[in-house]
C-alpha cells in the first residue's frame, strides 16, 4: 500500500465523518464548520486523483466562495436568542427506506459493474478513448500515476485551458451569463425592500414644509 | 492507487449523506449544504472517471459544476434570507404558501 492509498483512506475517512456530521448535527454553525473538512477532503481526493486545477477550484469556489456564503446564511437567520436552531426530524421511515434503498442500489453497482480503464479494449477503441489513451499512454506505458512519477507532471491548467477555449466555448460563455444573472437575482431577492410603495406625498410631508 | 471502485464508493456514500440530510432536516441552510454534498459527490465521481479514463472532459464538467454550484448558493442563500426576513423562519415544513 503506497503513501497514496494511505492519504486516500485518510480523506475519505474524514470526507465521510464529516459529512455526516453536517447531515446529522443539531447544532448548525458545527454543521457549517464540518462542511469545511468536507471540502477540504475532497479537494485532497482531487490532488490524489492527479486534478490540481479542480482541487485548488475546489479550494477557492467552494471553500473560499460558496462556505462563506453559508456562514453569511447561518449568521443572518440564525439570531442568538433563537432556540429554534434545532432542526427538528420528520417522517423518518419513507426518508430511510429511500437512503438505504439508494445507497445498496449505488454500491451494489459499484461494486457490480465492471468499470474499464483508459487502456482496456472497448473503450480504447472510441475515438475519445483513442485519444486518451495516445494522450495518457504515448511517452509511457502504465496507469498516469506511474507515468507522473516518472516524468513529472505538467498540471491539467494548460489542458483545461485548452478545452475551454476550443470545444467547450460555448458553454463556458454561456456559464458567465448564468452567473450574472444568478447574481443580479440574489441581489434582487435578498435586499430590503428599498422600492417600498410609494406612498402619497402630501399626508407624509413633515410638517414644517406643509407650513 | 486505490482502485476506481473507492472513488466511487466515496462518492456514493457522499452523496447518500447528503440526500439523507436533504430528507431528514428542516433547516433550510442545513438541506442546502447537503445539496452541496451531493453536488461534491458527483464532482467526485467525475474526477475519478476522468483520471480513469485518461480524459480531461470529466474536469470540464467538474469546473461547469462548480460554477452552477455558486450560482446555486448565491440564488439559494438570497431566497433563504428573504424567507426569513419575511416568515422569520427557515424551517421549510412551516414554508407552505405554495402548497394547495
Known amino acids: 500500500m503506497s503513501i497514496f492509498d494511505i492519504l486516500f483512506y485518510l480523506f475519505a475517512a474524514a470526507i465521510v465523518l464529516s459529512a455526516a456530521f453536517v447531515s446529522l448535527s443539531r447544532n448548525i454553525v458545527h454543521a457549517a464548520f464540518s462542511l469545511l473538512f468536507t471540502f477540504l477532503g475532497i479537494a485532497g481526493v482531487y490532488v490524489l486523483l492527479s486534478a490540481d486545477f479542480i482541487a485548488v477550484s475546489q479550494i477557492l469556489i467552494y471553500v473560499g466562495g460558496i462556505l462563506v456564503l453559508i456562514v453569511f446564511g447561518v449568521m443572518l437567520t440564525n439570531r442568538v436568542t433563537n432556540i429554534d436552531i434545532r432542526a427538528a426530524i420528520r417522517s423518518r421511515i419513507p426518508a430511510f427506506i429511500i437512503c438505504a434503498g439508494l445507497l445498496a442500489l449505488l454500491i451494489a453497482f459499484i461494486t457490480q459493474a465492471h468499470w474499464i480503464r483508459y487502456d482496456e479494449e472497448p473503450w480504447k477503441k472510441t475515438p475519445w478513448g483513442k485519444n486518451a489513451v495516445e494522450q495518457v499512454t504515448k511517452p509511457l506505458q502504465g496507469s498516469v500515476r506511474e507515468v507522473i512519477d516518472q516524468q513529472g507532471s505538467q498540471g491539467t491548467a494548460a489542458e483545461i485551458g485548452k478545452l475551454l477555449m476550443s470545444d467547450y466555448m460555448l458553454p463556458f460563455e454561456l456559464l458567465s451569463i448564468v452567473l450574472l444573472v444568478a447574481l443580479i437575482g440574489a441581489a434582487m431577492i435578498a435586499r430590503q425592500e428599498a422600492v417600498q410603495k410609494k406612498r402619497p406625498l402630501s399626508p407624509s410631508l413633515p410638517t414644517e414644509v406643509s407650513q | ?100
Not at chain 2, 450560482?71 to 414554508?95: H, M, P, S
Open chain 2, 1 to 100: 492507487m486505490a482502485p476506481l471502485s473507492h472513488y466511487l464508493a466515496v462518492s456514493a456514500i457522499l452523496f447518500v449523506i447528503g440526500t439523507a440530510g436533504v430528507l431528514f432536516r428542516r433547516n433550510a441552510i442545513i438541506v442546502f449544504m447537503c445539496v452541496e454534498l451531493m453536488l461534491n459527490a458527483v464532482n467526485l465521481t467525475l474526477i475519478a472517471f476522468s483520471q480513469f479514463l485518461g480524459d480531461q472532459t470529466g474536469q470540464i464538467l467538474v469546473f461547469f459544476v462548480m460554477t452552477v454550484a455558486a450560482a446555486e448558493a448565491a440564488v439559494g442563500l438570497a431566497i433563504v434570507i428573504a424567507l426569513f426576513r419575511n416568515r422569520q423562519t427557515v424551517d421549510i415544513a412551516k414554508v407552505n404558501i405554495l402548497k394547495w
